[in-house]
């Protein structure tokens, strides 16, 4: 018999020790943070990174001593790819948004799902900073500080805000790609943002604030609870080519709709055959 699973009570859980976990971030945007390079320039790490998903995860395990956890930072130190498996399992990105948490740029977060029978049932954004706390159960609808969120009603792209974050640096290969479809973005929307944190942009989407996102070579921490927000609240969060998403080796499309989403995975599919051109000539 399948074990039965108390959701109320793992969010209430989860509400409090990320609220709590936000104060660390608070205290610390203005002094020292002992900020590492993972090897990169860009792949950066601070003390309250590995602090946050420690805290988390201990207090988290105590209480649920059965529980799988997948922490970006535990990850990295373990070097190898997470595995989703049926358990229960806590996905925790301490604090997405790391170099923007660095700079003191505002949009900085923490991301917190439950993962159960590979079902994302809690979703927690929080941005302490500003004070926005999202949140959704599965079928229970998305939340920003406890009141309901809808996804934008644009259906047309050429209407459209759209985030976009240029994954160039991580694999040179998508160089004409990421170019091209950037281009076509900006000949055929309002406009593109890039803000520095996957949750985030995709609770912006979630709120109606933005009507997609788009990004590759992410990880399952930074989009597990935002694709909650996102579905709860109307939208929808895809594979770029327009098929399921695959949350471990995530390629998004994020939309306020499926309208949205068809025209942008069209836009891209047709940019992707002019870079596939470009790069045989
Ligand atoms: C990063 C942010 C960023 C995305 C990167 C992620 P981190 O997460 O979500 O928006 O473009 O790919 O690695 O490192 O700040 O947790
Ligand atoms: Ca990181
Ligand atoms: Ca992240
Ligand atoms: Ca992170």
Redesign the pocket.
């Not at 604090?95 to 170099?99: F, N, Q, S, V």
């Not at 803000?195 to 949750?199: D, E, F, K």
């Given at each position: 018999m399948s074990e039965s699973h108390d959701i109320e009570e793992y969010y209430k859980i989860a509400e409090e020790l990320v609220l709590k976990a936000g104060k660390i971030i608070e205290n610390a945007i203005d002094s020292y943070k002992n900020v590492q390079c993972k090897g990169i320039v860009w792949d950066l790490v601070t003390e309250y990174d590995r602090k946050i998903e420690d805290i988390l995860q201990k207090q988290l395990s105590e209480i649920y001593p059965k529980h799988k956890f997948i922490g970006?930072e535990t990850t990295a130190e373990e070097n190898c790819l997470p595995k989703l498996t049926d358990d229960p399992t806590w996905i925790i990105?301490p604090?997405?948004?790391?170099?923007n948490f660095i700079h003191q740029f505002p949009h900085t977060c923490i991301s917190v799902a439950l993962v159960i029978r590979k079902k994302i049932e809690i979703g927690i954004v929080y941005n302490p900073l500003m004070r926005q706390f999202f949140s959704a159960k599965r079928q229970k609808g998305a939340f920003l500080n406890g009141q309901p969120i809808k996804t934008s009603k644009i259906t047309n792209l050429s209407e459209s805000l759209i985030a976009m974050?240029p994954?160039i640096a991580k694999n040179s290969n998508y160089l004409v790609s990421v170019y091209n479809r950037m281009h076509a973005l900006i000949q055929g929307t309002h406009g593109i943002r890039s803000?520095?944190?996957?949750?985030l942009?995709l609770c912006y989407v979630a709120m109606g604030a933005i009507e997609a996102y788009h990004?590759e070579?992410?990880?399952v921490w930074?989009v597990a609870a935002g694709k909650l927000i996102i579905e709860e609240a109307g939208g929808i969060v895809i594979d770029t080519a327009g098929g399921e998403l695959d949350l471990i080796t995530p390629r998004i499309i994020a939309a306020c709709n499926q309208q949205i989403a068809e025209q942008l995975t069209d836009l891209f599919k047709t940019a992707d055959l002019k870079a596939v051109d470009e790069n045989l000539k």
């Open positions: 970006e990105d604090i997405d948004g790391t170099t974050e994954w803000l520095g944190t996957a949750a942009t990004v070579s992410i990880d930074d």
